[in-house]
């Protein structure tokens, strides 16, 4: 039995995310960061404004590099490695880069480019997302199918946790969705506040861009099974560029993940990073398991505790 790592996902964000890991790691969320990013990453987290933190293109990489700055914390600190880790979207970077398969640096350049195709995508055409309340995965297929084969865009985005759908599609398709959202078996749709319909077919130019950014880069091998959000098994190393490209526009299958580590032993489970939205998804699809959540430095003593005779010694 083990613990893995999650890592959160755009929506996580807030000003003032991430004050005490600034302090401690500066190598990491200073001029190396600002270099990259080309604005200050500390002054975005820090003061924001809220406005500007939340936009997809400084979100994604803000969220990456404070999530792996506490990680590089918390391993510092940890006598064991974990049995996996896993990442909710662009978490999946940033557990990749925890494993080892990208560098900070280069996983950081990726990620903005990233977020920059992501907003440019979403603000080309009117699109967004809709959580469906009292749906299972069976009837969110059934829903969107249906719509697709009116001629609508729609598609199911996320599977987060059991009785938490999310679909992307057009606004038309959206509004069709609330207005007949009873007669078609939901308890409720519930709009959200993102910028466009993010995993799903609406993003295709930004894969492209994704893409082309991958291939500049090195990967290495990973010290620990990542698993990947478009098919909810371990990453096998060939096909990691590939499986990065189709995130962009294939459904999250985080809950379908968690299930399976669980299944290859996985018995406790992990937030590292802002919040704490991924340990909530956590407790609600796998119930038996021990959840713990490292949303900054504060949290890191009590976490070191808790998983000290967990798992494998350090092999190096």
Known sequence: MGFALMFPGQGSQFVGMGADVFERRPDLLGDLAD??????LRETCLEGPEDVLTSTDRAQPALFAVGYALWAELE???GCVPEAAVGHSLGEYTALTAAGVFSYADALAVVAERGRAMAEAAAAAPSGMAALLGADRALADEVVSRRRAEGGRLWVA???A??????AGAEDDLRWLTDHGRELGLRRV??????????SEFMAPAARRVAAALEKVELGEARFPVYANVTGRPHRPAEIREMLVRQVVSPVLFADTLEEMARQGVDTFVHVGPGDVTAGLAKRTVKEARVLAVSDVAGIP???EALSTMSAPRGD
Do not use: T
């Open 35 to 40: 270099e990259i990013l080309g604005w200050s």
């Open 76 to 78: 510092s600190e940890l």
């Open 158 to 160: 996320n599977v987060n």
């Open 162 to 167: 059991p009785g938490q759908i999310v679909v």
């Open 190 to 199: 519930i709009p959200l506040k993102v910028a466009g319909a993010f995993h």
């Open 302 to 304: 009590p976490a070191v």
